[in-house]
């Protein structure tokens, strides 16, 4: 069963650079999309962006300017960093497996997160 | 950029039926997945593509879509379905590929 882990700095001053990384047990790497989601206390989920085994990445266009992703294939890793933070970056910080497949008899693919991380607390506070 | 627009809040009693949906442009194009949230808790996938529950989730969880809508219907409304439910879907607007989330709809159950 696919596990994801995260981990990352949970506590930053603004204009500091969040780095977050999430590892993933127990499948395949490749022929999926990795995703970042976030969380903003009592507020509800915003996509941040995604990225394949071999570094293609879209993001999330209002978070563009300031979003980088990796890969490290060698150790089923991908990593989000967030530079510029301010307080408007406080949120609970989700990694997730973005699947797509093709269904037979159907037009249309299918997009959906199956596997999530347990999510890293990240505050931003001077 | 696109929106998903979720009703904020829905109610429903015990064992009975719920529907909750989920408006954009988007869902023209693009089937809306749906997660379940709990107060702590990562989401988790109820639904997906055309009507498909992932391993694990009842069979009152089904999905339904039609033009810019999709709904997610709980049908036998259980306690433990009390929590926060999200559409996405993928959306190609703009010339770039990305995701977007519906803001949310708390479901209580009575």
């Known amino acids: 069963q696919v596990q994801l882990q995260q981990w990352g700095a949970g506590l930053l001053k603004p204009s500091e650079t969040l780095s977050l990384t999430c590892a993933v047990y127990?499948?395949?790497?490749?022929?999926?999309?990795w995703s970042w989601i976030r969380q903003p206390p009592g507020k509800g989920l915003e996509w941040i962006g995604e990225?394949?085994?071999?570094?293609?990445?879209n993001y999330n266009p209002s978070l563009k300017s300031r979003v980088t992703m990796s890969v490290d294939t060698s150790k089923n890793q991908f990593s989000l960093k967030l530079s510029s933070v301010t307080a408007a970056d406080t949120a609970v910080y989700y990694c997730?497996?973005?699947?797509?497949?093709?269904?037979?008899?159907?037009?249309?693919?299918?997009?959906?997160?199956?596997?999530w991380g347990k999510g890293t607390t990240v505050t931003v506070s001077s | 950029s696109s929106e998903l627009t979720q009703d904020p809040a829905v109610s429903v009693a015990l064992g009975q039926t719920v529907r909750i949906t989920c408006q954009g442009d988007?869902?023209?194009?693009?089937?809306a997945s749906w997660y379940q949230q709990k107060p702590g808790q990562a989401p988790v996938l109820v639904i997906y593509?055309?009507?498909n529950r992932p391993s694990g989730i009842p069979d009152r969880f089904s999905g339904s879509s039609s033009g810019n809508t999709a709904s997610l219907t709980i049908t036998g409304a259980q306690a433990e379905d009390e929590a926060d439910y999200y559409c996405?879907?993928?959306?190609?607007?703009?010339?770039?590929?990305?995701?977007?989330f519906g803001g949310g709809t708390k479901l209580t159950v009575l």
């Open positions: 127990g499948g395949s790497f490749s022929g999926y999309y």
């Open positions: 593509g055309k009507n």
């Open positions: 997730a497996r973005y699947t797509v497949t093709a269904p037979p008899f159907d037009y249309y693919y299918y997009y959906f997160m199956d596997v």
């Open positions: 990225i394949n085994h071999s570094g293609s990445t």
């Open positions: 996405d879907s993928r959306d190609s607007s703009g010339n770039h590929l990305h995701v977007v």
């Open positions: 988007s869902l023209r194009s693009y089937y």
